[in-house]
């Protein structure tokens, strides 16, 4: 991806300051996308923004100043045949990481990483071996049923198996994992964690292939209702200028976001999901992983 000499600068937007290194993390997660969206296109997948960075395609044409990170949503079908052509189509410096191909690896969604570059939440930092480069999200969209019985029985289902998740994998070398949770993480660690993420998708896909009108972010926030969004939004698409680039969008954006933020174009400066993310995009995760200390962020 060839980056404009100018995108590097450290610049004021709407009052907060863009540092140069947070620049240098963009261009890394910039050049991510543009290697997603060429895959996505040799093999014909439809993917949108999603999240803030729909929020700051459609308000700032790029990044919403104080973010860190690019969201992505792909409907179902699209998202599984992307894993599916995962390690055929992302070859190195990339890699696409699922719970199925990077041992401890707990998240409900795949990612996109970087190699040679670092981004290690600050819970994360010496806990975990799987793949910690900088990083996009690929979140799928999921059917929900129209029934609120319905949903509501597959919600508290969802719970119980993000539970049981959670103490397989999170527990281990957690600093407030107590002597309960020690001992269920002992039991569940009998338990393949592969199979506990199959049965969380299957509750996932319940109600795939059935004509709903709402999908919603099953894996990642399955009971907040800011996320179960129209079918139709999906349906097609456009795109919008992000940065330097541009970036696919639902049909709807503002019936999206108005659900997601209520008044969107009123600016607030929200703490990103990733606060204390420690970034380094010139050097391999693998020398902060148990480096003793680090000031945890930029």
């Known amino acids: 991806?060839?980056?404009?000499?100018?995108?590097?600068?450290?610049?004021?937007?709407?009052?907060?300051?863009v540092t140069a290194a947070m620049k240098a993390v963009w261009a890394v997660q910039l050049t991510l996308l543009s290697c997603f969206d060429e895959v996505c296109r040799t093999y014909g997948l439809r993917y949108f923004a999603g999240g803030g960075t729909l929020l700051g395609a459609v308000r700032h044409g790029g990044y919403i100043p104080w973010d860190d990170d690019i969201d992505l949503f792909m409907l179902r079908g699209d998202y599984d045949r992307l894993l599916a052509i995962?390690?055929?189509?992302?070859?190195?410096?990339?890699?696409?990481?699922?719970?199925?191909?990077?041992?401890?690896?707990?998240?409900?969604?795949?990612?996109?990483?970087?190699?040679?570059?670092?981004?290690?939440?600050?819970?994360?930092?010496?806990?975990?071996?799987?793949?910690q480069g900088i990083f996009i999200d690929i979140f799928p969209l999921d059917a929900v049923p129209d029934d609120a019985v319905a949903q509501g029985a597959q919600r508290r289902r969802l719970v119980r198996w993000n539970r049981l998740l959670a103490a397989s994998v999170r527990y281990a070398g957690s600093p407030h994992k107590t002597a309960l949770k020690s001992a269920v993480h002992g039991v569940l660690s009998l338990i393949p964690y592969r199979w506990l993420y199959r049965g969380m998708e299957r509750e996932c896909r319940r109600y795939e292939g059935v004509a709903t009108q709402r999908v919603a972010l099953l894996t990642f926030?399955?009971?907040?209702?800011?996320?179960?969004?129209?079918?139709?939004?999906?349906?097609?698409?456009?795109?919008?200028?992000?940065?330097?680039?541009?970036?696919?969008?639902?049909?709807d954006c503002d019936r999206i976001l108005t659900g997601a933020y209520g008044d969107y174009r009123t600016l607030r400066q929200d703490p990103t999901c990733h606060s204390g993310v420690f970034y380094d995009p010139h050097r391999d995760y693998h020398h902060y992983v148990r480096k003793d200390e680090w000031d945890g962020s930029l």
């Open 1 to 17: 991806m060839n980056i404009p000499s100018d995108f590097w600068q450290e610049e004021e937007r709407c009052g907060y300051l």
């Open 221 to 251: 926030a399955p009971t907040d209702d800011r996320w179960v969004m129209p079918r139709a939004c999906f349906a097609d698409g456009a795109h919008l200028p992000f940065e330097f680039t541009e970036i696919p969008v639902p049909a």
């Open 86 to 131: 995962g390690e055929e189509a992302f070859v190195p410096p990339c890699f696409l990481q699922t719970a199925y191909n990077d041992t401890q690896y707990g998240r409900g969604h795949a990612q996109l990483r970087m190699d040679g570059t670092t981004a290690i939440l600050a819970g994360e930092r010496g806990r975990y071996a799987f793949h």
